[in-house]
């Protein structure tokens, strides 16, 4: 009889201990479950954190470093951590949505391993000017600082017959001096009918107004220019209704821009344009502008006494 109840006992032991691996388990599984979506969830919630602080920091170095730049498309595939976005970087022109770039980068605390390559480059024929190129094939500007003493200037404008009919032309102008804030009236009444898009200023540390003299005493001529990657400005959507106060505005954005950028470079003109007290609208310099404009409009400008420089960028067909 004690044998039968031992087996008895021993199989009730068997089902207790069979029935408390399946509580385990069940509960080892649902804390894996909630681990997994909770550790899903806060991935999810930081990698988007991330991406969006990646957004700013491309919309911030698009709009100093590309003129009329801006962010038209951008999709982001969000990792670990982390991801992989691609940007496309554009002008409008006549109307027009210009892609200049297509990039991908990468974002993070654990981003992806990505392999990109991509093409710009540019060309220098005999006898001409040098041509930077974006990815897409349009053409980058160029400036000439009105107080560097260069040994030639470009003149695109005077080859603009060699343009076809029936497009708008981006074109960047150089001043022969700098001018202030109060003759932007003047200068608007002085380049029409060219549609001024853009305003370029005179903001550059001293390390690199050193470089272009350099260059310009140790270079050949046609070597040097400053390209519109490194010209700062302030963006003019509607020249005919330009007012001051917008116009301060945007400079006070410009130099919250340059602050918050993530490129060292930005700080430093930062930190020198603040040490220079250069604070105010009023004391910013402007050397040039980036017009739009039809083939009959620019030709106007020919012999203009205020221009120093020209250099031809998008050339587009008529929106219509």
């Known amino acids: 009889m004690k044998d039968i109840e031992d087996i008895f006992d021993e199989k009730k032991l068997k089902k207790s201990v069979k029935k408390a691996k399946i509580k385990s388990a069940i509960r080892i ?28 920091r491309m919309e911030t170095n698009v709009k100093l470093s590309v003129t009329n730049g801006y962010i038209s498309y951008s999709n982001d595939i969000v990792g670990f951590l982390g991801g992989s976005g691609r940007y496309k970087i554009s002008k409008d022109i006549g109307g027009k949505s210009v892609v200049l770039s297509d990039r991908d980068v990468l974002f993070g605390l654990v981003p992806p391993i990505n392999y990109f390559r991509s093409r710009g480059g540019g060309y220098h024929n005999a006898g001409e000017w040098p041509v930077s190129l974006w990815e897409s094939g349009y053409k980058r500007l160029r400036f000439f600082h ?7 200037y470009q003149n695109d404008l005077e080859n603009i017959d060699n343009i ?22 003047s200068i608007i009444s002085k380049l029409k009918p060219a549609d001024i898009k853009w305003i370029w200023l005179n903001e550059f540390t001293e390390e690199l107004i050193n470089e272009y003299k350099y260059a310009i005493d140790n270079y050949d001529a046609e070597a040097n220019g400053i390209y519109e990657g490194d010209a700062i400005g302030i963006s003019l959507h509607d020249s005919s209704h330009f007012t001051r106060t917008s116009y301060a505005s945007d400079y006070d954005e410009l130099l919250e821009n340059l602050k918050k950028s993530s490129s060292s470079d930005y700080k430093k003109l930062y930190d020198e344009i603040m040490e220079r007290g250069k604070t105010s609208v009023d004391d910013a310099e402007i050397l040039g502008v980036v017009v739009h404009g039809t083939k009959e409009e620019l030709k106007e400008l020919i012999g203009n006494p205020m221009i120093k420089a020209t250099s031809f960028g998008v050339v587009v067909d008529h929106l219509y």
Do not use: T
């Not at 649902?30 to 999810?44: E, P």
């Not at 029936?166 to 932007?184: C, L």
């Open 146 to 152: 009105p107080e560097l003493q260069y040994k030639k």
């Open 29 to 56: 599984a649902i804390i894996a479950i909630v681990v997994f979506l909770v550790g899903g969830l806060l991935n999810v919630i930081i990698s988007l954190k991330l991406s969006a602080m990646n957004f700013e």
């Open 164 to 185: 076809p009919d029936g497009k708008v032309i981006e074109m960047a102008i150089s001043f022969d001096k700098p001018y202030k804030v109060d003759d932007i009236y």
